[in-house]
């Protein structure tokens, strides 16, 4: 079962985990309704979204209210401790979480002790935890945009806030900051770089890239990045290959936007709608 | 069992964690080191007093470790206690500055302005704030979700209510658009 791991901006929130719902009236966990408006409830309800196309279990999830202050997301941390080697579940989704190394390597800790380990997918904050730990190498997959993608780039900044200049600048093409990430050893096995152009990379060099269909105003959306790692978080609980399960959800991300129509100014939740319409399309062209 | 024996069957310990996520506060003197650290720990921060490398020593030999995401919270904080420091640098990359390179991107009806990880997007005919995008710490969704359909000059600075590095670097795009939306 795919789990998805991350937090809500209501600090009055405890620690809640179960199976997640999308319905008609938005997205449960555990009999609490949440908006999939943006941050973890947008994944989830990707994740949600997709798993019904390919026919799997809903996505378990684990969330806690945290509005920046750290204390919820520790909360998690301690949580996911305790439990976690118990748990039967194949892929993990991290997300919106306070970076803390002390925690997410107590929380990698855990997870080597699940039999079998499941694979491990880190986006936003505990994407940037795994690379000031030094343990980016024991994630299957990283799904970071251009500003993030230089702070992996960049071996010395520990938060996107201090990426240097140098590596920052827009004369930076991507493939020279995957190949910088990989020499530092600050990424995962594959990596899904977000962006005008998606990228699908290891550490040989890019795979693949997606460009099409392009809608410019999903750059300004807040919660396209989101949907699209929920989305191949559920491919790769379907057993694809990561980075052909990459490939497959940047183009449903791509489909479902274009579906969508959004404008600058459009919520996340009008893409979520699309996606399993997208997702049909996307795995019939695969199959052809 | 022998003295040996005992250090083989020791159980194996994690390795220390990486100190990558911790920043120093500098100060002028040892007295308003004390007394960011009191204010601080009254705060529930879990910091410390540590010697600063030499190539930032200023003031006192003296720093306070903290834990680098929250400097927003920190430093705001320390400013609110009349104990605000002369520095706040990360402890594995002492000599780094904040971001100061903004991406702009122009929609049409819509501008969009990128610091770092983090963008905001505002429509241009009436100035209001329609969509905060990127970013990774928990307040993100809390600061998209106070700010998303306000007037730029009617809402709060995410400096003022923001509690991370990532509140920080939005805080810098949005004085960016203010800034680019004033001209």
Known sequence: MLAVIGTIPDPAMPVTEGPAALGRGG??????????????????????AACGVLGLP???AFLVGDEGRGHGSRELYRHLVDVLPRRSLSTLAFHYLLPDVMWHDKVLFAVNEMHPRPRLIADAGFMYAAKMSGQATAYDLFTPDAGELAFLADEQAPHPFYTRGFILHDGNRVPDL???AYDGDNAAACLLVKGSTDHVADRTGVLFTVDSPNEAAMEAMGGTGDTLTGTVAALIESGRDVSDAARIAARTNRLAAKLAQPTPASRISEIIACIPQALTLALAEEAQ | MGFLDRLRKKAPSAPPASKADRGLLIFENTSEVIRAEKALKAAGFPVKVVGPPPEVRRGCDLAVEYPLIEGLNILRLLADSGAPPLDAIPVTGPLLTPVDLYHVKDFGDYLMVRAANMKIT????????????????????????????????????????????CGYALGLAFEEMQRRCSQ
Request: proline share 10%; glycine share 12%; net charge negative.
């Open chain 1, 27 to 48: 997205l449960s966990v555990a009999e609490l309704e949440i908006a999939p408006d943006r941050g973890t409830p947008a994944l989830l309800g990707a994740a949600c």
């Open chain 1, 58 to 60: 809903a996505p378990f």
């Open chain 1, 178 to 180: 995957i190949r910088r």
């Open chain 2, 122 to 165: 505002v429509e241009k005919a009436t100035g209001v704030i329609v969509n905060v995008s990127g970013g990774g710490c928990p307040d993100v969704p809390y600061l998209a979700a106070r700010l998303i359909g306000l007037r730029l000059d009617e809402a709060p600075s995410p400096r003022e209510i923001g509690h991370t590095l």
